[in-house]
T-cell receptor
Framework: AQKVTQAQTEISVVEKEDVTLDCVYETRDTTYYLFWYKQPPSGELVFLIR??????QNEISGRYSWNFQKSTSSFNFTITASQVVDSAVYFCALSEGLRSGNTPLVFGKGTRLSVIA | NAGVTQTPKFRVLKTGQSMTLLCAQDMNHEYMYWYRQDPGMGLRLIHYSVGEGTTAKGEVPDGYNVSRLKKQNFLLGLESAAPSQTSVYFCASSFRWALRLRANVLTFGAGSRLTVL
């Protein structure tokens, strides 16, 4: 069965610090997708990134970067030079790939990030 | 584009009452989902649908029923509300999983906060 663990419940950093949010996943499938979503204080859920299991290249988007390591079953998210607007709950999620499609997303419990000015 | 619209946004029920949450999407997505979010629990899948007239159970389906009579609508029903169903409910939709470029990228509604007294 698929499982996502976000061990960090809450993180607090001072503005301009770098911060890494950890995500560890479990799956028996060789084909799967990993996701990160952001939930700001307003409550909506915003898609950040999707990565498939065949692509282990790290990805960078502005101040955001993602490190995917199949050897450790991790898909960590780093925010460089954090800003107050980065304060949110961040969710990691996993979808397994099956022959006829993919399973619905299973989410981790989330990490609440507070960036202090 | 409205995206995914949930109604109502807030509702207070007494134990034993029934209600229906409505989700509507205008993106021509094939798949639709209902998740619930509880503090410290992340997002848990209640039910989902891969097309009109088709529904499937998720992780926490007990006490809920769903219907997908039209492609754009997905209804979540509580027949006899219980305090344990106090939660924030999120509807989401996505293209069918076979479209790999967009596989399982969920678009979420704004959420519906339900309180059962």
């Amino acid at each position: 069965a698929q499982k996502v663990t976000q061990a960090q419940t809450e993180i607090s950093v001072v503005e301009k610090e770098d911060v890494t949010l950890d995500c560890v996943y479990e799956t028996r499938d060789t084909t799967y997708y990993l996701f990160w979503y952001k939930q700001p204080p307003s409550g909506e859920l915003v898609f950040l990134i999707r990565r498939n299991s065949f692509d282990e290249q790290n990805e960078i988007s502005g101040r955001y970067s993602w490190n995917f390591q199949k050897s450790t079953s991790s898909f960590n998210f780093t925010i460089t030079a954090s800003q107050v607007v980065d304060s949110a709950v961040y969710f990691c999620a996993l979808s397994e790939g099956l022959r006829s499609g993919n399973t619905p997303l299973v989410f981790g419990k989330g990490t609440r990030l507070s960036v202090i000015a | 584009n409205a995206g995914v619209t949930q109604t109502p946004k807030f509702r207070v029920l007494k134990t034993g009452q029934s209600m229906t949450l409505l989700c509507a999407q205008d993106m021509n997505h094939e798949y639709m989902y209902w998740y619930r979010q509880d503090p410290g629990m992340g997002l848990r899948l209640i039910h989902y649908s891969v097309g009109e007239g088709t529904t499937a159970k998720g992780e926490v389906p007990d006490g809920y029923n769903v219907s997908r009579l039209k492609k754009q609508n997905f209804l979540l029903g509580l027949e006899s509300a219980a305090p344990s169903q106090t939660s924030v409910y999120f509807c989401a939709s996505s293209f069918r999983w076979a479209l790999r470029l967009r596989a399982n990228v969920l678009t979420f509604g704004a959420g519906s906060r339900l309180t059962v007294l």
